[in-house]
Structures are given as structure tokens and as C-alpha cells.
């Protein structure tokens, strides 16, 4: 079985200002990580994923995730927020049965 | 169609009736996902359909939720005598997986059941 931690479930930051949230994961197989955004309103939209290669992958909207596999960590971040980066994000991990298992999401409030 | 659509998007319905809500996913996508929403929590997985069929509906919470996929496309989730407990939104996904779950998932908009 696979678990998600989303380690704050509410991130305040002023505009312009760089964030990170993050994500622990755990699972006895293979993974794939994802993060998904959710703006207001709106429906889940894929962000970025790490399948393999490369441990830092680069998103949508400037955002990018580093996955780091001796801390089950893939932490996204991103220098330099704007107003309409507020959202909630979703960290996920999927194995290869196709099933993805998500996290209880983090609330960014990007502030003026 | 470009994405994937839900119908209705907002329903409210009275404790004790049965409801159905549609999944009509991106046309060529062979896995379906339906997860459900509820206020300020996480995605909580209910059914998965590979085609027509359902390798995995672990996460349907009782006998009262029924799922099914006709055609290899649209998809019915039936909530029998709906509780208050059932209010969520529910959320349907769609992706182009052959092999595993690299692909991600393209979600729809939802829809919100309130049951009142």
C-alpha cells in the first residue's frame, strides 16, 4: 500500500516571495510522483510528474519538484509566487497498476 | 470530446433518494477513476475501470455505490438511499494508460451532491 503526507495543510506567502511544499511518501514498490493544482472552482490539473531520470523536473507556471528517493520526499517549490498561484495542491503517487493515492492537500495563499 | 465532462455539476437531493452522476471521459482514454471530494480533506479513491471492466473497486464505502462503464467510455456512479455523509464532490479522471500509471490523470470539474 501506498501513503501520501502533505506536511502543511495551509501555506501563507506574500507575492513575489519563493515557497516550498511538501510531500513524504511512502510504498513498498515503484512509484511515480505527481503534484496536481486545483484552482478555485476549478477541477485537478497536472502540474508535474517524476517518472524517472533527472530527480528535479520542471512544471507548468514556473513550478518545479525535486524528487529525493532516501527521504521518500518530492518536495515542490517555486522562487517566486504570484497572486495567481493561489490553489490547492495535491501530491500523488501512482504505481503500476494505474491507482493514484493523494495527499489531503496544501492551501497556498499567495498575499499582496 | 477535449475533456473530461460530468453531469450534473451540482445536485442536491433529498436523504433516501438515488442519484447517478456521469463520466464521460477523453475519447481514446482506456482507464477511468472516480474519487470523491469531501470539504477540506484529500481525494478518496472509489473505483478504477480498465475498459468495460473493474479491476479495482476497493474504495467504494458501501453496497449503497455501484459504478459501471459502457462502451469503453461513459461511466454511471449510482448512490442507492443517498446519507448526509454522501454529500462530496465527486470527481472523475480519465488517462491514456496502457501500461501503468506514468501517464497522469486529466480530472473533470466534479460534481458537488449535497443531500439534504
Known amino acids: 500500500a501506498q501513503s501520501v503526507t502533505q506536511l502543511d495543510s495551509q501555506v501563507p506567502v506574500f507575492e513575489e516571495a519563493p515557497v516550498e511544499l511538501r510531500c513524504n511518501y511512502s510504498?513498498?514498490?515503484?512509484?511515480?510522483l505527481f503534484w496536481y493544482v486545483q484552482y478555485p472552482n476549478q477541477g485537478l490539473q497536472l502540474l508535474l510528474k517524476?517518472?524517472?531520470?533527472?530527480?528535479l523536473v520542471k512544471g507548468i507556471n514556473g513550478f518545479e519538484a525535486e524528487f529525493n528517493k532516501s527521504q521518500t520526499s518530492f518536495h515542490l517549490r517555486k522562487p517566486s509566487v504570484h497572486i495567481s498561484d493561489t490553489a490547492e495542491y495535491f501530491c500523488?503517487?501512482?504505481?503500476?497498476?494505474?491507482?493514484?493515492?493523494f495527499g489531503d492537500g496544501t492551501t497556498l495563499t499567495v498575499k499582496p | 470530446g477535449a475533456g473530461v465532462s460530468q453531469s450534473p455539476s451540482n445536485k442536491v437531493t433529498e436523504k433516501g433518494k438515488d442519484v447517478e452522476l456521469r463520466c464521460d471521459p477523453i475519447s481514446g482514454h482506456t482507464a477511468l477513476y472516480w474519487y470523491r471530494q469531501s470539504l477540506g480533506q484529500g481525494l478518496e479513491f472509489l473505483i478504477y475501470?480498465?475498459?468495460?471492466?473493474?479491476?479495482?473497486k476497493s474504495g467504494l464505502p458501501s453496497d449503497r455505490f455501484s459504478a459501471e462503464r459502457t462502451g469503453g467510455s461513459v461511466s454511471t456512479l449510482t448512490i442507492q438511499r443517498t446519507q448526509q455523509e454522501d454529500s462530496a464532490v465527486y470527481l472523475c479522471a480519465s488517462s491514456e494508460e496502457r501500461t501503468g500509471g506514468a501517464y497522469g490523470y486529466t480530472f473533470g470539474s466534479g460534481t458537488r451532491l449535497t443531500v439534504v
Open positions: 500523488a503517487v501512482t504505481t503500476n497498476a494505474g491507482k493514484s493515492t
Open positions: 517524476y517518472l524517472s531520470g533527472s530527480t
Open positions: 510504498s513498498s514498490v515503484s512509484v511515480y
Open positions: 475501470f480498465q475498459g468495460n471492466s473493474a479491476p479495482d
